[in-house]
């Protein structure tokens, strides 16, 4: 069998699913809890083959179901794997075993803003002025992705080691189709904005992507003040929510006055008049001299470093994990080993007094979403480089009136190609591209080219490669 693949036991033994041997849990050493949420938990892991240190998200797919948070957490793999920015987390790798649901991401030392505000921490207007600008940033990308966050707070705004900000914890965003709305009542109260409360009184229809600009001037005045601009909590009653949301909100007195007027827009109680797109809230008066090109690029010096020695973290989750977890994760591999021997000895009996909880359980290990970032990139590069050569044919058939006078350089460029990426590339891959120059020195001594051969391989290699195949196919016809 291959070494990319090995059948194991789907969650009780019952029947085989392959799981990718590429990256599992066992390929890292948990070292220390750093967190934990309403879905999971997260941890620092360093993957054994090259020493790297992630975050680890774990959650437990007995305890998702219980909550009726199955479609949350698959839902955040699937929308973090397709985001790309400088001020969102990233999505490295996703898998499953039988009793939990892996994300690793970028490991970020810097901890979240909650935590310093716990901390006594004060963060200035410089910190508060370039936050609002990395988080527009970020908001725009995801508008532009039709996905709304939906929990835009300072427990899930993380910093890394230099003070830059990264949106994280995305088990309540949803992406929406072109003109639809969202409905239901999620967030965390405080930070929720007033559309969304009127969603649940009929007093609107639906909401859309500026909430998540109602959060952000929620929590920009939380972090310049200390305390939020609303008196809401969680068990604030919708009435009173909507009552209290309705009082103006207070700037601090030693605020640019620019400030006070863009959180007066972002706060705006009409999302149609909220300010609620990078277009718009760039264009204050506020924020007109601010170079978002610079922002993007991470070149404006951050005020707040956050401190390099300590793990800005609370330090009773790592307590938690070790004395009062029932299934602490480091020792994870000694129980499944348990758990299959068991199962093993069982054989028929257990799968005929399989209850209903282990038949959904089975249902999450198919519907759970499993995801490479390194992967993914070596592909893309791929299909660059198919991508390049089925240009250089291309231009090869407009710049040669005979096909035997096919550019030797083309060929070369092709060759040098191979050697370089060589060891990215598949077997079918490479094979396509050895073809591809065999094709065109034939055509240069006025041979024809294996178009056969070409054409039943192009089933076995990616779509620019077949691309490729198909185009010398039609160069050797002419």
Not at 231 to 253: K, N, S, W, Y
Not at 313 to 323: G, V
Not at 364 to 375: C, H
Request: charged share 30%.
């Amino acid at each position: 069998m291959s070494t990319d693949w090995q059948v194991t036991d789907c969650l009780h033994g019952r029947s085989p699913t392959l799981y990718r041997l590429a990256v599992n849990f066992d390929h890292f050493q948990v070292l220390r809890a750093i967190g934990k949420g309403s879905f999971g938990k997260v941890c620092i892991v360093r993957r054994k083959s090259n020493n790297q240190m992630y975050a680890m998200k774990y959650t437990n797919k007995r305890q998702c179901l219980e909550k009726e948070a199955v479609k949350n957490v698959i839902r955040e793999v699937q929308i973090l794997s397709s985001l790309d920015h400088p001020f969102i987390i990233n999505l490295k790798f996703s898998f499953q075993d039988e009793e939990d649901m892996f994300m690793v991401t970028d490991l970020l030392l810097g901890g979240d803003l909650r935590y310093h505000l716990s901390q006594g921490v004060t963060y200035s207007e410089a910190s508060v002025k370039l936050y609002l600008c990395q988080l527009s940033l970020a908001l725009d990308y995801l508008r532009s992705k039709r996905i709304i966050h939906r929990d835009i707070k300072p427990d899930n705004i993380l910093l890394d080691e230099t003070g830059h900000p990264f949106l994280s914890d995305f088990n309540t965003a949803t992406h929406l189709a072109e003109g639809e709305e969202a409905r239901s009542m999620t967030g965390t109260k405080p930070y929720m904005a007033p559309e969304i409360f009127d969603c649940q009184t009929e007093e609107r229809a639906g909401y859309s992507f500026a909430v998540d600009w109602w959060s952000l001037g929620v929590v920009a005045l939380e972090l310049r003040q200390g305390v939020r601009p609303f008196e809401v909590h969680a068990g604030t009653p919708i009435g009173e929510v909507r009552d209290r949301l309705r009082a103006p909100p207070r700037c601090p007195a030693s605020s640019e006055p620019g400030f006070g007027t863009l959180i007066s827009k972002l706060l705006r109680q009409e999302p149609e008049r909220r300010v609620a797109s990078l277009e718009r809230i760039r264009t204050l008066p506020y924020l007109q001299d601010v170079d978002f090109d610079a922002v993007y690029s991470k070149q404006i010096p951050v005020p707040f470093i956050p401190p390099r020695n300590s793990l800005n973290c609370d330090p009773t989750y790592e307590l938690e994990e070790m004395i009062i977890e029932s299934r602490p994760l480091h020792k994870k591999k000694k129980r499944l080993l348990k758990q299959r021997s068991v199962r093993e000895g069982l054989g028929q009996q257990a799968e005929q007094t399989e209850d209903p909880l282990q038949q959904r359980l089975q249902t999450v290990a198919g519907d759970f979403f499993v995801y490479d970032r390194e992967k993914e990139l070596a592909q893309r590069q791929r299909d660059r480089l198919e991508e390049a050569w089925e240009r250089e044919l291309a231009e090869s058939m407009q710049q040669s009136s005979p096909i035997s006078q096919v550019d030797s350089a083309v060929i070369e460029r092709i060759r040098a190609d191979l050697l370089s990426e060589g060891r990215r590339l598949t077997e079918a891959e490479r094979a396509a591209g050895s073809r591809t120059v065999q094709a065109l020195q034939d055509m240069q001594l006025g041979r024809p080219a294996a178009t056969e051969a070409t054409a039943s391989a192009s089933s076995h290699i990616s779509t620019p490669a077949r691309r490729r195949t198909r185009l010398q196919h039609q160069m050797t016809v002419t």
